[in-house]
T-cell receptor, first 113, second 110 residues
Framework: EAGVTQFPSHSVIEKGQTVTLRCDPI?????LYWYRRVMGKEIKFLLH????????ESGMPNNRFLAERTGGTYSTLKVQPAELEDSGVYFC???????????FGQGTRLTVV | GQSLEQPSEVTAVEGAIVQINCTYQ??????LSWYQQHDGGAPTFLSY????GLEETGRFSSFLSRSDSYGYLLLQELQMKDSASYFC???????????FGAGTQVVVTP
């Protein structure tokens, strides 16, 4: 069974540009989460989808971040326009039901220069 | 405020036992999880405690005391491959949203 996959693994963009991160959860997992780890700090929650609906987006930093999960399968996280402080590793995780084991992808390392 | 505290780094020799403590202060609590992450890799699930007590899975065990807002991960018979970062994470609501600690870097030496 394929795990959670994220694309790209690395992205280097200039300040002001747009980047779109993609996450393919494990098939059948209704719950999809986005997290971010900024250098040296803890992994922080961004948002949670249940199927195609946003259950909780309280962790989204600002309106430059837009997440979608059309059809309840893969999800995208767009940053537009990117700022220097957006640099970090963006993780996606999925789970079959709440408060059970969550499976993480390997993350997308975003560097904004 | 809400926080999870765990040591930043622990060093131990092969074969030793390491205990990583985690204290938490969160608005809600549904369970405490532990994840392992090797450099550049995905955080990998190790254990989950929703009730007080000790859960044992092979060389790793996890403990929870909800009254003390405290848990720990015990790594026994340390191996070189156990060198990694270990994160405690609290499920702070019924939807499975995690709040993570900053991670503990475990360094295993020969």
């Amino acid at each position: 069974e394929a795990g959670v996959t994220q694309f790209p693994s690395h992205s280097v963009i200039e300040k002001g540009q747009t980047v779109t991160l993609r996450c393919d959860p494990i098939s059948g997992h209704d719950n999809l989460y986005w997290y971010r780890r900024v250098m040296g700090k803890e992994i922080k929650f961004l948002l949670h989808f249940v199927k195609e609906s946003k259950q909780d987006e309280s962790g989204m930093p600002n309106n430059r971040f837009l997440a979608e999960r059309t059809g309840g399968t893969y999800s995208t996280l767009k940053v537009q326009p990117a700022e220097l402080e957006d640099s970090g590793v963006y993780f996606c995780a999925s789970s079959q039901s709440m408060n059970t084991e969550a499976f993480f992808g390997q993350g997308t390392r975003l560097t904004v220069v | 405020g809400q926080s999870l505290e765990q040591p930043s780094e622990v060093t131990a020799v092969e074969g030793a036992i390491v205990q990583i403590n985690c204290t938490y202060q969160t608005s809600g609590f549904y369970g405490l999880s532990w994840y392992q992450q090797h450099d550049g890799g995905a955080p990998t699930f190790l254990s989950y405690n929703a009730l007080d007590g000790l859960e044992e899975t092979g060389r790793f065990s996890s403990f929870l005391s909800r009254s003390d807002s405290y848990g720990y991960l015990l790594l026994q018979e340390l191996q070189m491959k156990d060198s990694a970062s270990y994160f405690c994470a609290v499920s702070a609501d019924s939807w499975g949203k995690f709040q993570f600690g900053a991670g503990t870097q475990v360094v295993v030496t020969p």
